[in-house]
């Protein structure tokens, strides 16, 4: 069982929040109180004072980080303690699955111009994590990779990571993918530079008049700029307009 003991009233607030959203079982108690039998996990504030038996794992947290602690209270209580490990299946909305040794602790389907700050925010207290990145989009990978250079990056072979989605599960693949990508040893990679292909600035150009009001197609410049990530269709349009003007 988890036990939020602490005298800090945003992490209690916080923390209890996080676990009730989650249907978690826990209890709270003031500190200096007798720990419950059943205790596995306690939360607490850096400055409580509180003695733990040896057979109770400790997690320390803040209100900034609350979900975090809770975070680590569940891989803790399930067993699945260990290193921190990002996966990501990239595409223009990439699939994000942050684990703690083998135990999935947080989810994300976010935006490619979103997906580095979700990533830097969830290891931000991770002690060595690792992010491992699928091969599949060549483009958005290699924009993660190289915004990621100060972090341990490898570079995954993603083939059959996606699995069977069955009926109602729609939206779910990319995250399921990412999963697997995470569990997944792969090769160490710094940097990545690719340059588009003929072919998909043509996607990407065609795209452009499709999603337009007026029919309006994007030069190569700007289809280069959208495949690297750098501006969305929407946002290649507006400059390719205010440069017509």
Do not use: C
Request: glycine fraction near 10%; charge should be negative; aromatic fraction near 2%.
């Amino acid at each position: 069982m988890i036990v939020v003991a602490t005298t800090d009233f945003e992490l209690y607030h916080e923390a209890v929040a996080e676990l009730r959203s989650r249907g978690v079982s826990f209890t709270t108690i003031e500190p200096g109180d007798q720990l419950p039998e059943q205790t596995r996990v306690l939360i607490t504030g850096p400055d409580d004072d509180i003695e733990t038996e040896t057979n109770v794992s400790r997690v320390t947290a803040t209100g900034d980080d609350a979900r975090r602690a809770v975070d680590e209270a569940l891989a803790t209580l399930r067993g699945g303690g260990g290193r921190v490990v990002v996966g990501v299946d990239p595409g223009t909305r990439p699939g994000i699955a942050i684990l703690t040794g083998s135990t999935v602790v947080a989810a994300f389907h976010v935006p490619l111009a979103n997906a580095v700050d979700v990533i830097r925010r969830e290891i931000k207290d991770a002690v060595d994590p690792v992010v491992r990145i699928g091969d599949g989009a060549r483009l958005q990978g290699a924009k993660l990779i190289n915004e990621l250079d100060d972090i341990s990056v490898e570079l995954v072979d993603e083939t059959g990571t996606t699995p069977y989605l069955g009926t109602g599960a729609r939206g779910m693949g990319d995250v399921l993918a990412a999963v697997n990508i995470a569990r997944m040893s792969g090769e160490p990679i710094e940097s990545r530079e690719i340059e588009p292909t003929e072919g998909e600035l043509k996607r990407i150009k065609a795209r452009s008049r499709e999603v337009s009001d007026d029919s309006r197609t994007i030069d190569d410049e700007l289809a280069r700029r959208v495949a690297g990530g750098e501006l969305s269709i929407d946002e290649a349009l507006t400059e390719h307009r205010t440069r017509q003007t």
